[in-house]
């Protein structure tokens, strides 16, 4: 039934395999209209990073779809019900997803709280600046599956630093090794570029080659899959090699962060075409701990007004007191500062969409005069929030 949902077309047997073994049927859902499967959806057990490093449990909402002989008929709704239900009996905060349809999830309370970057860089026309100690870094070539562990221990360094990530659990590490030949379109099998400082793995980049020519020669494309860096100018050394590469003009990737600082180091942005686009959406299962389970760069003390219809354990009011060392978030009964959805605190959890900007927008309305400008800078982050990989 997934796949019918989904077009009809199956994924590539490995990847299939590889899911098979990650899915837990204790936290999936199937919907049957007698001896058919009409609806499904699932929920993997994760460890999302949020603002100041603390690694929280999340339920990862995946495989969800609904027989198109059985739509509007209120499928999708009780699945949804019945997972969050599961959820907060879970003890997890947060439930997270990626959305094939954004407007959707919405009306369960989920809030698109992480963006990324696809880009397709004119490498034969794109400078790129470099920081002093890029030329210390060595670069070799490796077979992906020999290096894995060096390169999980390098994303693992990485994780805390970043909100959004996840925390690779036994299994995950081999998604990134998937190399399936009728995904690559042309391209080479992935290939594994590893970097080095002083003897330590400091970053990878793990990407495929499609070759082309045309009239006046060479024009391949680079096609990045992963890259990550200790430092910056680990990540300088794999993005100069990258647009280095032989025989080819273009390099294109997808799901990158969006202050990544490759986009200041380039001479002509224009010319790499950057795209914005949604990523991960964030739903506040217990707004109580999901709040007080991150830090605020700056002091917060706020009441905010929930309006939680799907999760009603949520509404009413919640004084969130908070700073850069930790935070609590209480029932109370004092007035209310601020008033939103539980949508919209899923929107600004992670750092990466402002209260500010909800506010603009008419969906954070503000009780008390200058209490939306004290949250909004209290929940922003430095680093952009970011989900490396999908699922």
């Not at 460890?47 to 739509?71: D, F, I, N, Y």
């Not at 499928?75 to 407007?103: F, I």
Request: hydrophobic share 40%.
């Amino acid at each position: 039934m997934l796949i019918r949902a989904f077009g009809g077309v199956p994924e590539p047997a490995e990847e299939l395999e590889l899911y098979r073994e990650l899915t837990r049927c204790d936290r999936s859902l199937g919907v049957w209209d007698e001896d058919e499967c009409v609806g499904t959806s699932g929920a993997f057990a994760f460890r999302m990073t949020v603002p100041g490093g603390a690694l929280v449990s999340a339920a990862g909402v995946t495989m969800v779809g609904v027989a198109a002989t059985h739509r509007r008929r209120g499928v999708l709704t009780s699945m949804m019900r019945r997972q969050l239900d599961d959820v907060r009996s879970w003890g997890e905060p947060l439930a997270v997803l990626t959305a094939s349809e954004p407007a959707i999830y919405g009306r369960f309370g989920y809030g698109a709280a992480t963006f990324q970057v696809n880009a397709e860089i004119e490498t034969d026309r794109v400078r790129l600046s470099v920081p002093d100690g890029t030329d210390d870094v060595r670069l070799r070539y490796a077979e992906p599956a020999d290096v894995l562990d060096e390169c999980e221990t390098v994303y693992a360094r990485l994780v805390p630093g970043r909100p959004g990530m996840l925390a690779r659990l036994p299994g995950w590490e081999r998604l990134g090794l998937l190399d399936p030949e009728s995904s690559r379109d042309g391209a080479s099998p992935l290939q594994c570029v590893v970097a080095r400082r002083d003897g330590e793995v400091t970053g990878y980049a793990r990407f495929r080659v499609r070759p082309d020519w045309g009239p006046s020669g060479p024009d391949g494309t680079v096609v990045l899959q992963d890259l990550a860096g200790l430092d910056p100018a680990t990540r300088s050394a794999l993005w100069r090699f990258l647009f280095g590469i032989d025989l080819t003009t273009k390099l294109t990737m997808r799901g990158r962060p969006v202050d990544e600082a490759w986009q200041y180091q380039v001479s002509d942005i224009r010319r790499c075409r950057p795209q914005l686009r949604d990523a991960l959406y964030v739903r506040l299962v217990d707004v109580g701990a999901a709040l007080a389970a991150r830090t605020y760069q700056a002091p917060v003390d706020v009441v905010f007004e929930v309006e939680d219809a799907f999760c009603p354990w949520n509404e009413g009011r919640w004084r969130l007191s908070g700073n850069t060392k930790g935070a609590s978030c209480e029932r109370t009964s004092d007035a209310a500062d601020l008033a939103l959805s539980v949508r919209e605190l899923g929107a600004a959890y992670l750092g990466g969409v402002t209260l500010g900007s909800l506010g603009a927008a008419g969906r954070v309305r503000e009780l008390r005069s200058g209490a939306l400008a004290e949250a909004s800078v209290g929940f922003a982050s430095d680093v952009a929030p970011w989900l490396p990989h999908g699922f």
